[in-house]
């Protein structure tokens, strides 16, 4: 049976923290809708209704298109051991750039990554759970460092290039502000 919160109570962070990966899901008013996994240690509770999470470089910037015309963000994390659960965290997002000042204060939460693109702080209004019954069974081994390796060998002047070419618009041709 699933149960709604308005907030991240302790015991809802505890399982949060515990994930080592979770999804995202974001839509403009028109054209697709976008889910996509994250990992690494990339996601940080701030207090019961605030969380940021950074975005690293990727093929697509869907995102941070779809957050400018229409913030509502969707979090959703699975139980892929121990006891079952799903928890999705609904709220209102908005993009934090390098360029702009809240930057320099998020960014020291996280560990070093290269290719740093945004980070997105998302304002919780509802929390849901449910029973995760049929999430299979997952082990965690490893995290990958495919992205680390290849945007840290590309430097930061080649990263930009790779945004500049894959990231400025979304797949649906809109518009990121990647560079502004």
């Known amino acids: 049976m699933s149960k709604f919160y308005t907030e991240l109570n302790s015991k809802l962070r505890e399982f949060i923290e515990q994930q080592k990966i ?16 994250k ?36 979090l959703m994390f699975c139980s892929f051991e121990g006891n079952p659960l799903i928890l999705r965290v609904y709220g209102k ?19 070093k990554y290269p290719g740093a693109r945004q980070i997105f702080s998302l304002h919780v209004e509802s929390v849901q759970t449910s029973c995760g019954f049929a999430v299979p069974n997952y082990q965690h081994l490893e995290d990958r460092d495919d992205l680390v390796n290849l945007t840290g ?28």
Not at 63 to 69: D, P, Q, S
Not at 93 to 111: G, L, M, N, Q
């Open 153 to 180: 060998k590309l430097g930061e002047d080649g990263v930009k290039n790779y945004w500049k070419e894959k990231n400025q618009l979304s797949i649906d041709g809109k518009p990121t502000e990647i560079f502004k």
């Open 93 to 111: 997002a908005k993009t934090i750039h390098p360029r702009d000042d809240p930057w320099v204060e998020h960014i020291s939460r996280f560990p």
């Open 22 to 37: 979770f999804f995202v899901g974001t839509a403009s008013q028109e054209g697709r809708v976008n889910v996509s996994p």
């Open 39 to 74: 990992g690494m240690d990339s996601l940080r509770i701030l207090d019961a209704n605030q969380l940021v999470w950074l975005n690293l470089t990727g093929s697509g910037n869907e995102t941070a298109a779809h957050v400018l015309e229409q913030p509502r963000m969707t």
